[in-house]
């Protein structure tokens, strides 16, 4: 072969590889948000409203991809699969976080929050901010928290007091706490996914469920729930979760712009969730379908007298100092 031959193939070469670096660094980040609920709840506008976010801030360079209703994992598997590398985040409840840690099973005790305000300013506070990364040994990291609300107890049969859940099957997140408390109350508690519990209580597998007002109305409990009691017992929120080798891997730029964004959606998801927490209860109402009861006072302390021992029972799992700042955030 000629030199010039030699050259001009070299040429040809050397501007192949340019154009594929060029084409690989344009390529964007992609970011696969999984999430197990409906898009109308407020985890679900979060999640849009981050899509939405980065596309204006960060068009082209990052591309979120938001999969809802266990499209793309359920809950039990997400963390897994994150740690894989096939999602780059999620916001499981923080009930999904005991493999990777045990203090963050605060927020499944019973009557601990007197109501979200008390959780927004634990949350907020030295302690709530160190349990965003209570998991990052393990991997992940806390990126934010996100509400959906305060728990009800929904039941084919009217629970006005402790004594009306006994013998009855309640289906539970995967918590030992959760199925801890509703021992407390002498209840069955069996650890289902989220996508399972209409056709559970459709069929009468199980007799009832804890759950917020929007999950309530948006996965149409309530049509198969005669009986709703307000409680306000416990707290559902999330964790906003990233892997922290794919987070610490972004250029620091990209990184702080995510964050800003992410953010602002989180603050629009919770706002969301204060609002819908009013709304879905009273479209629950409206609908007839099933009749929310509420307990008086005496009624909601016989609940708080059997159930506050669990604390106990999980103080040195999470951390009696932790305990001791979320009730001091009431």
Do not use: C
Not at 63 to 82: C, I, R, T, Y
Not at 285 to 308: C, F, H, P, Y
């Amino acid at each position: 072969m000629s030199k010039s031959k030699v050259l001009l193939v070299s040429m040809v070469v050397v501007a192949a590889l340019v154009v594929s670096a060029s084409v690989s660094m344009a390529s964007p980040i992609v970011i696969k948000f999984s999430h197990v609920v409906a898009e109308n709840t407020p985890k679900g506008q979060m999640a849009n409203k981050f899509k939405q976010l980065v596309d204006e801030r960060l068009g082209g360079k990052v591309l979120v991809e938001v999969f809802p209703n266990s499209q793309l994992f359920g809950d039990k598997k997400v963390l897994e699969a994150m740690l894989l590398g096939d999602v780059q985040m999620a916001a499981p409840s923080l009930s999904k976080f005991k493999k990777y840690t045990k203090s963050l099973q605060i927020f499944d005790l019973p009557f601990l929050f007197k109501d979200m305000k008390a959780v927004e300013k634990f949350q907020k506070g030295p302690v709530g901010q160190k349990l965003l990364m209570a998991t990052k040994k393990k991997g992940l990291i806390g990126l934010g928290y996100l509400h959906n609300g305060l728990k009800q107890l929904s039941s084919n049969e009217p629970l006005r007091v402790p004594a009306d859940a006994k013998g009855k099957k309640f289906r539970i997140m995967s918590s030992d706490v959760l199925a801890a408390q509703f021992e407390a109350v002498g209840a069955l508690p069996l650890k289902k996914p989220f996508s399972e519990v209409f056709t559970l209580l459709q069929t009468n597998a199980i007799d009832g469920q804890e759950n917020t007002w929007s999950n309530i109305y948006s996965k149409k409990f309530y049509e198969v729930q005669p009986f709703i009691t307000e409680s306000n017992h416990g707290v559902l929120d999330y964790l906003v979760v990233t892997s922290a080798e794919f987070w610490m891997g972004l250029d620091e730029g990209i990184r702080a712009k995510l964050k800003t964004a992410l953010d602002e959606a989180i603050a629009f998801g919770n706002k969301v969730a204060a609002e819908k927490a009013i709304s879905d209860r009273q479209k629950i109402i409206d609908s007839g379908r099933s009749k929310v009861l509420q307990l008086t006072d005496a009624e909601r302390q016989q609940w708080v007298n059997v159930m506050k021992p669990v604390w106990k029972k999980f103080e040195d799992q999470i951390g009696k100092d932790y305990i001791e700042a979320a009730v001091k955030s009431n």
